[in-house]
């Protein structure tokens, strides 16, 4: 089965959230529920502080804990490796939002139902992008076969940071070039 | 596909219909998102087939000015997208738009646009009735003729009783001009105190630097008060970032470790805000005494360095080298003193002095946050007068920039491509005919205007300063707001500002939104934004032009400013066709026909576009066939036209390289013809403008609301009341106050306060707690954000919130900064954004995030309040 995946380079990131935004318009989502989101983390003291910015959405995990616990089969995995939701078979139960380790997908008041990234999956089809990453000012965001983005960027990347779920309780698919304060086990989320 | 349809024609996505469902949101105010009736995916989707996509304009003015394209289906934009008109790479990059841009529909087709005509209930003509309720009177509906009737009737009887001097606008417009113009603010507000110095030191070399691919040259690159990523967002920081993977180090000199400085620096040097020239003066010291110093450089192109090197006239005494060594007036300018000063460790300021000493090339950058200070000339002169110390001028990867921001941040060099003019008679204000910006010549005596610091005093107390001519007095008796923008919230002193607004007869503004200017007037009127107009072209970089076009019809009532200024002109008796002959559509391609770009051996400029017989009969205009590099249709569909670059290519652009290389021949536009590191040109033009003195040479004086300031007792380190110093700086929720309501920047960025643990420690301020800054002039709440990236002392806020002042505390709870920047003119009528003096503490009340508030519709737009 083929997997498709995000490549994030961290080291390029400015936290500007035009990914996030993109995103926001792709779905369009209202406040309050993002599919793409981006985090600071800090630490460090003056004159010697540090941060870095995460842009994170839905991993298309190989093993995904929601599709796992899904009971009627809404969430599924396509064979492209993509985790896609059918809102049909939605009954809105929430478990997913429970059991996903990195809390992707979002609980929609409106409409009682769960929703998260679908990789821009339509987009895909085209042969197109999906949103976030052509939209990044500054191309840290990446995204194919996961094996090609491995062969590509693997040496410098990593799937495991201190900030994040152990990746073997569901093997994400995305790669992450970290940035050096990344890997510290001690930081802050940073407030938006 | 059935299915879906059915969904699609529930949806009924006609634009009446969209403007239906937005009303009725509107009226129900429950409506915190878009104001978009499509929220599913699914109609995205469907929309995708049948939709087109068009260039839309992104116009605010944040030095971006990226690609933005909307996709459109019957006048509704469901989708955006950005630049993928061609393959995207470093050295030919996609002009990609930031999250400001990619938010834009929700501007556009926002719940909260203004859609009628409207006048404040208890507003009278001719004396302005119940002027005190300006800000917080109810609104009624009106009709565009009874609105013009009353703003051609409140012109007419303020410029018979009062004279054209008694009318205060930000922008005259053609109308107001041939109806004999009106009195004006102007100033400095963007490129700080740049101006001047520029003129007199370096020729008039507004920028001054290297080429973008250049760049990569550099071995050490320095930004002095940059933070692109938020301030210039689009492709700065990502040229930048080529530079930095070619192997430049960068050393970031900020109050605040920004976002651009943790992708790019590999030092952050802190330095408290308005004391750059201290810093600046301890590094030259450390390198004159340690002889780092390019002499050679000094002699050969400069003046004003050392006694043998005067410019003819001046007093050998008064050099820069004597200066800080302290020769004549005792005080060496030691690292230890700068450190007093700006706070920088000593160490740390002769390592930084010896790296930009023996590192070279080096490009020495600078933006305006740090002139945009009081007295911020002296940071001018400091700045270029170092930068020169070090020689690095004129060649490849060696570079001293002044002013690098907005739409030249990491570009240099002739601008590549350009619209033309759109052939209107020139219109110009008859009782102002100097520059808005940055200022007239202050030796001048037949101008009447007020500096923007000095304007809503002026509204209140009858005088102003006019250069040589010293005090003036004044009666101003309406405020002219239609076309300008958001003056009452983006001017400094706005507290004052409302009392001016509540001063004066007449209030007109017109506006997309309920804006703070907008709220304290008398009649509005609903204008409409560049996606509802005509079209026309925006030049950011010097490498591209984009080419946009109408996006939807206006929305409700809106009506373009031009038109309104025909219709009241035509009220005042004035003839349209003699002050604004040409319509929307022949000014678009009078620019269209004007569009020129370098030719591909760099020598001079052709004809950009193409333009056919049948295309002209298309457009409806009136003009002449032409040739040129692509066809109009090209142009159109694809919203830019992009100089291709590559790597040695012949555009590469190395400033000062001519006068380097034969500066007897190629002379700078100087009184010396040479770099001039002493100016009394310059000394004595800021002296008489009125409010400073300025030395010739860079020295380092106190300023109002500077650090020194913040104690009640300089020497004896006693704070005062107002112990800690405030920036406010450009923030990445939007572009100054333009996009400021929109919820998904709002969610995505906050506007809190920046603030160090040891300064909220000390306050007993916690995370997630309410504070209130005051200042000497006004007071805002904010969330707090604590972090070890602001410097201690020091504060941050991002400038542009929309103010929304509660009239019985007096606190403006958006947190809008110009209600602690003081009215406090200096120099050569710089705004001194960065020099603000403030004291926090801990606010007990609640408040509700700002994505969160409800918008801004009142019942006579539709809405319930």
Redo the contacts between chains.
């Keep these: 089965m083929a997997q498709y995946g995000f490549y994030f380079d961290m ?8 990914c ?3 995103c ?9 529920v ?1 599919f793409r989101k ?1 985090k600071g983390f ?6 010697m ?5 995460l842009s994170i959405s839905c991993n298309h995990c190989q093993e995904p804990k929601c599709v796992e616990g899904c009971p009627t089969q809404a969430m599924h995995k396509l064979d492209n490796g993509i985790v896609a939701h059918d809102k049909e078979k939605c009954i809105g139960c929430r478990y997913c939002t429970w059991s996903c380790p990195y809390g992707h997908p979002q609980f929609i008041e ?1 409409t009682g139902r769960v929703n998260k990234c ?1 990789m821009c999956k ?1 987009l895909v089809e085209e042969g197109e992008n999906p ?1 976030c990453v ?6 840290a965001i990446h995204w194919g076969d996961l094996e090609e983005l491995r062969a590509i960027y693997g040496a410098e990347a990593v799937s495991d940071l201190p900030v994040l779920p152990n990746s073997s309780k569901t093997t994400p698919s995305v790669l992450i070039k970290p940035k050096s304060v990344a890997l510290l086990k001690d930081f802050m989320l ?3 | 596909m059935t299915k879906f349809i059915d969904k699609m024609n529930e949806l009924t996505i006609s634009r009446r219909n969209f403007i239906k469902a937005s009303t009725a949101a509107a009226a129900s105010l429950s409506l ?3 104001g ?1 009736s ?4 699914n ?3 469907a929309a ?1 087939q049948e939709g087109q996509w068009i260039t839309a304009a992104c116009w605010h003015n944040c030095g971006g000015r990226c690609l933005n394209k909307a996709l459109v289906v019957d006048g509704i934009v ?5 630049d ?1 008109t061609h393959p ?1 790479t470093p050295d030919y990059p996609q002009q ?4 400001r841009g ?2 834009q ?1 929700q501007q556009i087709f926002g719940a909260d646009r203004l859609r009628y005509p409207m006048k404040r209930k208890n507003w009278n003509p001719g004396d302005g009735g119940k002027k005190e309720l300006r800000g917080k009177d109810e609104w009624v509906r009106i009709s565009w003729e009874e609105a013009l009737d009353h703003v051609a009737s409140e012109l007419k009887r303020v410029k018979e009783t009062y004279g054209n001097q008694s009318i205060l606008a930000k922008s005259t417009g053609p109308a107001l001009n041939a109806y004999g113009g009106a009195m004006t603010y102007w100033g400095c507000t963007s490129d700080g105190a740049w101006p001047k110095p520029q003129q007199f030191m370096n020729g008039n070399r507004s920028r001054g630097s290297n080429d973008r691919l250049d760049l990569r040259n550099s071995k050490l690159i320095v930004l002095w008060g940059s933070n692109p ?2 301030s210039s ?3 700065p ?2 040229n930048f ?1 080529q530079a930095k993977d070619a192997g430049a180090k960068f050393i970031v000199v900020d109050p605040f ?1 920004s ?2 400085a ?2 790019l620096a590999d030092q ?1 040097i ?1 330095v408290r805000p308005g004391t750059d020239t201290a810093l600046l003066l301890g590094m030259a010291h450390y390198m004159i005494t340690n002889n780092l110093h390019d002499q050679d450089f000094l002699d050969k192109f400069c003046v004003g360095f050392d006694a043998d090197h005067m410019p003819e006239g001046a007093d050998p005494k008064e050099n820069f080298k004597d200066y800080v060594l302290g020769t004549y007036d005792g005080t060496p300018k030691t690292p230890e003193w700068a450190s007093e000063h700006c706070g920088t ?1 000593p160490d740390v300021i002769c390592s930084f002095a010896h790296e930009i000493a023996v590192t070279k090339p080096m490009t020495f950058t600078s933006s305006s946050a740090a002139a945009r200070t009081s007295v911020g000339e002296q940071f001018c002169q400091a700045f270029l007068t170092v930068g020169w110390m070090t020689g690095n001028v004129g060649k490849p990867g060696a570079s001293v920039c002044s002013n690098n921001r907005h739409n030249t941040q990491s570009y240099g060099g002739p601008t590549l491509v350009k619209a033309g003019g759109d052939k209107s008679p020139k219109s110009t204000n008859p009782i102002y005919k100097e520059a808005t910006f940055p200022g007239p010549d202050p030796f001048k005596t037949d101008w009447q205007g007020i500096v923007i610091d000095e304007a809503w005093d002026a509204v209140i107390n009858g005088e102003y300063t006019a250069g040589v001519r010293g005090k003036q007095s004044c009666d101003i008796r309406m405020l002219w707001n239609i076309g300008s923008g958001n003056t009452l919230n983006q001017n400094t002193d706005l507290m004052k500002g409302i009392e001016a607004f509540r001063k004066v007869e007449f209030v007109v503004t017109s506006a997309h939104f309920l804006t703070a200017t907008a709220q304290y007037s008398d009649i509005v009127l609903p204008a409409t934004t560049e996606w509802e107009r005509v079209g026309g072209f925006l030049s950011g970089n010097p490498e591209m032009l984009i080419f946009y076009s109408q996006i939807t019809e206006p929305m409700y009532e809106a009506k373009d400013d031009e038109w309104m200024y025909q219709e009241i002109g035509k009220r005042l008796g004035l003839d349209p066709a003699e002050f604004d002959p040409l319509s929307p559509k022949q000014k678009l391609f009078n620019k269209l026909a004007g569009c020129t770009v370098m030719n591909e051996d760099g020598s001079g400029f052709e004809t950009l576009v193409t333009i056919t017989a049948q295309d002209i009969a298309e457009m409806g205009v009136k003009g002449k066939p032409q040739e040129g590099r692509i066809t109009y249709k090209e142009f159109k569909e694809k919203g830019i036209y992009q100089v291709p670059r590559s790597h040695g290519d012949q555009y590469v652009y190395i400033d000062y390289k001519d006068f380097i290389e034969d500066p007897e021949k190629n002379p700078l536009e100087t009184e010396s013809g040479k770099f001039q590191i002493h100016s009394q040109g310059l000394a004595d033009t800021i002296n008489a403008y009125g409010w400073n003195t300025l030395a010739p040479i860079a020295k380092y004086q106190y300023v109002t609301e500077g650090y020194e300031e913040t104690f009640a007792n300089f020497e004896k380190k006693e704070k005062s009341e107002y112990p800690l110093q405030l920036t406010t700086i450009h923030y ?1 929720r939007r572009s100054h106050s333009s996009l400021d309501n929109i ?8 506007n ?1 306060l920046y603030i ?1 643990p040891m300064d909220a420690q000390a306050r007993g301020i916690n ?1 997630n707690d309410i504070v209130k800054v005051s200042s000497r002039h006004g007071a805002v709440i904010r ?1 707090v ?1 604590i ?6 002392g020091t504060l941050t806020l991002g400038q542009g919130a929309w103010a929304e002042v509660n009239d019985d505390s007096g606190i403006c709870i958006a947190g809008a900064t110009n209600v602690l920047n003081g009215g406090l003119p200096t120099g050569q009528g710089v705004q001194a954004y960065n020099t603000c003096i403030v004291q926090v503490e801990k606010y007990e009340g609640k408040l509700q995030k700002d ?2 508030w409800p918008k801004r519709i009142v019942a006579a737009q539709g809405g319930g309040k």
Excluded at chain 2, 787 to 792: A, G, K, L, S, V
């Design positions: 080291t390029a990131c400015g936290g500007c959230k035009t996030q935004i993109a926001n318009d792709r779905n369009d989502l209202k406040p309050g993002l981006v800090e630490g460090g003291k003056f004159p502080p540090w941060i870095y910015y409106e679908d339509d949103a052509d939209s990044c000012t500054m191309r940073k407030e938006d | 915190v998102g878009c978009n499509l929220t599913t995916t109609a995205g989707q995708a469901i989708r955006q997208k950005t993928d995207d990609r738009g930031c999250a990619r938010s529909r990523v938020w967002a689009g492709n920081a990502y970032k470790y976002d651009t943790q992708i952050w802190p460790d990445a919820s998904w920047l709002r969610e995505a960025f906050q809190k160090h995370k969330p954000y972090t070890e990236r602001i410097m201690p994505y969160l």
